[in-house]
């Protein structure tokens, strides 16, 4: 086992796994994931702003959260820390349920550009920020339930993803 993992996050996910597991929670795992693809969900968001006209400065924080997460995480973290992922680690079969991911684990991309994004709607409409926020951390324990993140790439990716939100916020549009 690689020294940047823990015994105890494996833990937390083989509880996940065998305790939180059922045929109708998968679905919708499976449907928050998928949904964070490629920040599927954050650019739908961004195209109904720009294109409803309804905060088109609100589309192009989404676009400018998008582009910061696919840079810092996808082409520079990832390939820095080149964690593997935890179904690549178990020496058991896990069912991940989705296409197993091929780059590595950490950070998570779906958690830091979903907590990105919302950390900067919080700024246009705190409701719907909110609203975001609650979306991002299903898509957040999705990860986690679909045994394709530790809790510490998610939580990191979390903190990382808010901060980033917050300072887009304040640089390019206070």
């Known amino acids: 086992m690689p020294s940047s993992i823990s015994k105890r996050e494996l ?15 998968d679905k919708v ?3 928050l994931s998928m949904s964070g693809n490629f920040g599927i969900v954050w650019f739908v968001a961004a195209g109904t702003f720009f294109f409803a006209n309804i905060n088109r400065q609100a589309a192009l ?21 080149k964690r593997p992922r935890p179904y690549e680690v178990r020496g058991e079969d896990r069912d991940i349920i989705i296409r197993e991911p091929k780059d590595y684990s950490f950070p998570s991309g779906h958690t830091f550009s979903s907590f990105a994004v919302a950390s900067t709607l919080v700024y246009f409409s705190p409701a719907i920020g909110f609203a975001a926020m609650v979306y991002a951390s299903g898509i957040a324990f999705s990860r986690l339930y679909l045994y394709v993140h530790y809790i510490t790439d998610v939580l990191t990716s979390a903190i990382l993803g808010v901060t980033v939100g917050i300072l887009i916020s304040y640089l390019y549009f206070l």
């Open 11 to 25: 833990k937390v996910l083989d509880w996940i796994y065998h305790n939180l597991r059922r045929d109708s929670i």
């Open 29 to 31: 795992m499976h449907f």
């Open 61 to 81: 924080g989404i676009l400018i959260a998008l582009g910061v997460s696919l840079i810092l995480v996808n082409l520079l973290l990832k390939n820095i820390a």
